[in-house]
């Protein structure tokens, strides 16, 4: 039978359909795997943000990824409580963030919980002469920012 730690790096397959160079691992999302038999296995996560159309789409490649390793029947189940945070994210997740072109999320949540405060340096040039053109970005869970010196649009990961 599979251990937990197993599934674990079966789990580092699966990408965040929103930016594909992001693992689940990377995100943090997976909060418990329960090995219920060697043809069945539970997944517990916890949706980066509510509502976020991408989870079904995470969802679902979790059970295609445990299938394709010889389960057969995977349970996805979400829980709400606690929250996910931009924390939980793994430093090297926020690397690869910045190396796809997306500003990483600037500072822990804990701390300081004034985001409009910030400057989000340029991941292209490293400028922080930056300005916030929109609230949303691409997606809910990005905003829209612009670069003042090498006048390049990009997406910064928002912090929650
Ligand atoms: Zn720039």
Redesign the pocket.
Known sequence: MKSKEDILSILENVCDPEVPVLTIQDLGIVRDVHVISDKEVEVVITPTYSGCPAMNTISMNIKFELLAHGFEQVLVTEILSPAWTTDWMRESGKQKLKEYGIAPPQYDTMNNPRESDFVVP??????T??KLVSQFGSTACKALYK??????P?DYFKCH
């Open positions: 340029c991941p292209l040039c490293s400028s002469n930056t670069c003042n010196d090498c006048l390049e990009f």
